[in-house]
């Protein structure tokens, strides 16, 4: 059993700085990619951002230049920073991790956390 679980959201003011946190814990023997979508009030789930095992990544046009993914590939958590936050960075932001291959079965799956809450005031 895989869980992934996210931190780090609330609320901020616009131009204002947050970073996200995710950590995926079981019985993991690797993680192909990790990364962030959001979904917005009223709209679709959206990519942000991902960072492959080699730590290669991308971003969305959105957020390029404002936001920064990393990971620790020991801890198998992932980071979102957020800076120059705007109104419509508001969302749930969920992260994932995508490829892992659990201990014992040999399979490759795809897990998603329950989102945290990120409100950007204007």
């Known amino acids: 059993q895989v869980e992934v679980v996210e931190s780090g959201g609330g609320l901020v003011q616009a131009g204002g700085s947050l970073r996200l946190s995710c950590t995926a814990s079981g019985s993991i023997v690797s993680i192909s990619n990790m990364g962030w979508h959001r979904q917005a009030p009223g709209k679709q789930r959206e990519f942000v951002a991902v960072i492959s095992s080699s730590g290669s990544t991308n971003y969305a046009d959105s957020v390029k230049g404002r936001f920064t993914i990393s990971r620790d590939y020991v801890k198998n958590t992932v980071y979102l920073q957020m800076n120059s936050l705007k109104a419509d960075d508001t969302a749930v932001y969920y992260c994932?991790?995508?490829?892992?291959?659990?201990?014992?079965?040999?399979?490759?799956?795809?897990?998603w956390g329950q989102g945290t809450q990120v409100t950007v005031s204007s």
């Open positions: 994932y991790a995508g490829g892992v291959v659990v201990l014992a079965s040999g399979r490759s799956s795809n897990y």
